[in-house]
């Protein structure tokens, strides 16, 4: 029997952050992993301009990046499993967290031209 589609049952929302988070976590410039406990901190969190975000080398839409500043959103992953706070406004994504399949991998990342 294939394994189960987002288990955690996450809402859209939630699923969008976490694959952007996931990108982020992978960019050596944005991630930073911790070795004795595989949970990659997240150094800093993009913030929009007009109407996209610049997430590692992709141009995202803001709307698809607007979980990234909704608090609600980090509690969830947080409960779930995903996500524990790194200081006092810092996240990081736990071994589950990357590793969850999202369903979403490129659907709405594009290159960015600038």
């Known amino acids: 029997m294939p394994p189960k589609k987002n288990p955690l049952k996450l809402n859209k929302l939630q ?3 976490l694959a952007l988070a996931q990108v982020l976590a992978r960019d050596s ?3 930073f992993k911790d ?3 595989g949970n990659v901190a997240l150094m800093s ?20 990046a607007s979980g990234f500043s909704n608090p609600a959103v980090w509690t969830v992953l947080e409960r779930k499993g995903l996500s ?9 994504l736990t071994p589950a967290a990357l590793d969850y399949d999202t369903g979403l991998g490129d659907r709405f990342l594009a290159p960015s031209d600038h």
């Open 45 to 64: 969190l993009p913030h929009g301009h007009g109407n996209h975000v610049h997430v590692g080398g992709f141009t995202v839409s803001s709307k698809d």
């Open 35 to 37: 070795e004795a406990t």
């Open 84 to 92: 524990r706070p790194e200081g006092p406004t810092g996240i990081s």
């Open 29 to 31: 410039e944005t991630g």
């Open 15 to 17: 699923l969008r952050t």
